[in-house]
Nanobody
Framework: QVQLVESGGGLVQPGGSLRLSCVLS????????MTWYRRAPGKERELVAG????????VYLDSAKGRFTISRDNARNTVYLQMNSLIPEDTAVYYC?????????WGQGTQVTVSS
């Protein structure tokens, strides 16, 4: 059974940083494309950042470019999202997604709140 477990969320002041982690178990992590999504209150879910299987390419939400960095450690079955210069608009539940056609898996989410 494939499971994704996120961690690292919390309350942070504007301008602060957080690093989210997501560990995959029950499958071969290196075969999955990994993506972070978020859902803010009253808004649709949106893609924040994605990284391909070998870590050689990544994509970002426009508002995350230059502030967020996605990375992966295939030896640790973990994908990370380093978030710097956080702003209140980044407040959301952040979800980890693993995709390998035709299957897709989701974590339970971790809350990120940016507030003074």
């Amino acid at each position: 059974q494939v499971q994704l477990v996120e961690s690292g969320g919390g309350l942070v002041q504007p301008g602060g940083s957080l690093r989210l982690s997501c560990v995959l178990s029950g499958a071969t992590f290196s075969q999955f494309q990994m993506t972070w999504y978020r859902r803010a209150p009253g808004k649709e879910r949106e893609l924040v950042a994605g990284i391909f299987t070998d870590g050689g390419a990544s994509v970002y939400l426009d508002s995350a470019k230059g502030r967020f960095t996605i990375s992966r450690d295939n030896a640790r079955n973990t994908v990370y999202l380093q978030m710097n210069s956080l702003i209140p608009e980044d407040t959301a539940v952040y979800y980890c997604n693993a995709w390998k056609s035709p299957n897709e898996y989701w974590g339970q989410g971790t809350q990120v709140t940016v507030s003074s």
